[in-house]
C-alpha cells in the first residue's frame, strides 16, 4: 500500500486525490434569469485547477416548463471548460460546451419529464481569484424547481 500525505487541500503519494461533495441544503425555485443554487457550490482558490461535476435534479408542473443550468465562479477564469447537459425529451438532450460562464444563454423550452430531470454539468476551472463556484439555473416559468438533497456537486483539486 502506498503511503499518502495531505499537504494544503491537495494529497500527494499517490494516484488519487480526494473528492468533495455538497449536497443543495433545500429546495430552490427557478426565475426567468440565470439565478444561484445557493449552497450547491464550491470554493475554488486562485491558481488551483478543480474538475467537478454539478448534477442538478428539477421537477416542473409540465414538459413544457423548459429550463437550463449552468455555473458561475470567480471573475476572468485563468481555464474554464464544461459540458453541460439538459434533458428535453424522453430521448433528446440539448449539450453545451462552455467556455463562459452561464450557457446556454437562454433555456430550453420543453424538459423531458414533469417528476423529474437530471442535468449535469462538469469541467475543469482554474480561477484567477478565489471564490465560490456555484450552480445557477435558468427558466422560462417560476415553476421550476432545483431540489435539495437530490442535487449535488463533486470536485477535486487536480492541479
Do not use: W
Not at 19 to 40: E, K
Amino acid at each position: 500500500m502506498a503511503t499518502t500525505t495531505v499537504t494544503g487541500d491537495v494529497q500527494v503519494g499517490s494516484t488519487f486525490q480526494y473528492t468533495n461533495r455538497v449536497v443543495l441544503p433545500a429546495d430552490v425555485t427557478s426565475t426567468t434569469s440565470y439565478a444561484d443554487l445557493t449552497g450547491l457550490s464550491f470554493y475554488a482558490k486562485a491558481g488551483n485547477t478543480y474538475r467537478f461535476k454539478f448534477t442538478v435534479m428539477t421537477t416542473c408542473a409540465a414538459t413544457t416548463d423548459g429550463h437550463a443550468v449552468s455555473i458561475s465562479g470567480p471573475a476572468s477564469p485563468t481555464f474554464l471548460a464544461y459540458v453541460g447537459n439538459q434533458p428535453t425529451g424522453a430521448t433528446t438532450e440539448v449539450v453545451t460546451n462552455g467556455a463562459a460562464y452561464d450557457l446556454p444563454a437562454a433555456q430550453t423550452t420543453t424538459t423531458a419529464a414533469t417528476a423529474g430531470n437530471i442535468h449535469t454539468v462538469e469541467g475543469f476551472i482554474q480561477p484567477s481569484t478565489s471564490g465560490n463556484v456555484i450552480a445557477r439555473i435558468i427558466a422560462d416559468n417560476t415553476s421550476v424547481v432545483a431540489k435539495g438533497y437530490l442535487s449535488s456537486v463533486e470536485y477535486v483539486r487536480v492541479g
